[in-house]
């Protein structure tokens, strides 16, 4: 039962020095929830992955420093009469190589294309080995969620990061089988679902969040019509998204 229908929407901030979420994000979200917000999605936080976000400053959510940041957060959340859950993220190919905190490590997306669906050497495409090592850092994510006393999980499937990479005819020209048509290339985030739902059963809630337009496409549409949201969706709802 959430304390009023008002949610908030995830806003990355970049106060989390190291990774770690500290004192000052855990008042900055109580405060959001003494004031009213029935649930926080919080700003996107790091999967288990070298490349996953851009910035130091970015809240990981691996490592026991920073699942202990987070577990503050949750607890003054829930002492303020909140409920709170993570965005799970890893943003593929908008991450600029040589980012810190990890800039040796390459970064990915599923066919080694830009935003704009060029080549670019510096973006590796992610092998079937390491697509496996992504949904894991996923699943890992969301046992950890649910490990900490968060309420549910977000994953960012949106605004034209790494799952929705994979959805993006642009970005995903893999000729295995996380491409192929549009129900084709739902497999990577359905495979994602799965193994969440797995690790955490079947009583915790999974959000999915989707968008036709990218961060660097306004005008793009993953979808043209109803029936093509249809087989968009289905898959992820199948695999066990509650809401989208
Ligand atoms: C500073 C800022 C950071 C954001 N960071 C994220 C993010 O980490 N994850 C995400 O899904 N959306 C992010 N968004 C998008 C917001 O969640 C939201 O969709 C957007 O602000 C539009 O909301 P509105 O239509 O209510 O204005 C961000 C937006 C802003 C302004």
Known sequence: MLASRLVMAPMTRMFSPKGIPGKNVAQYYSKRAENGIGLIITEGTAINHPAAVMSPDIPRFYGEEALNGWANVVNEVHQAGGKIIPQLWHVGAARKAGSEPNIDAPTVSPSGLTLRGQRNEKIKALTKEEVAEMIDAYAEAAANAKRIGFDGIELHGAHGYLIDQFFWELTNKRTDDYGGDLGERTKFAADI????????????????RYSQWKGTDYQAKLAKNSNELEQLLTPLVEAGVDIF
């Not at 690790?199 to 959000?207: A, Q």
């Open 193 to 208: 679902v799965r193994a969440c739902r797995k690790e955490i059963g079947p009583d915790f809630p999974i959000v999915f």
